[in-house]
């Protein structure tokens, strides 16, 4: 019995040590954007005026941890017209999915 007690108050500094640690920042704490493309065309995706990826028609493509805050969001057909165009504000942890639909 006293081996037992002696035992559970060594592990006790263990586990004030290790408890706030599960209280931290959440798995995923980046802002992703995953793009998918619903419409015939191939398009060019700009986040904030910087080229992100193409994304071809039919398919989805992401974007890991562009931050939260606020976003621009431009879908550019292959003749550099500006096919759709989204002011997004992401809050930590959030992703976004932006569904392009028309060209």
Do not use: K
Request: glycine share 6%.
């Amino acid at each position: 019995m006293r081996a037992r007690r002696r035992t559970l108050f060594a592990l006790l500094p263990l586990l004030a040590l290790a408890l706030p640690a599960c209280r931290g920042e959440p798995v995923d704490s980046q802002c992703d954007l995953v793009v998918v493309n619903q419409t015939a065309c191939d398009l060019r995706t700009f986040v904030d005026g910087r080229e992100a990826f193409a994304v071809l028609s039919g398919s989805n493509r992401t974007l890991a941890d562009i931050g939260p805050g606020r976003h621009v969001l431009e879908a550019l057909d292959l003749r550099g017209s500006v096919a759709q165009r989204r002011t997004i504000e992401l809050t930590a942890s959030e992703d976004f999915y932006w569904t392009l639909d028309r060209c």
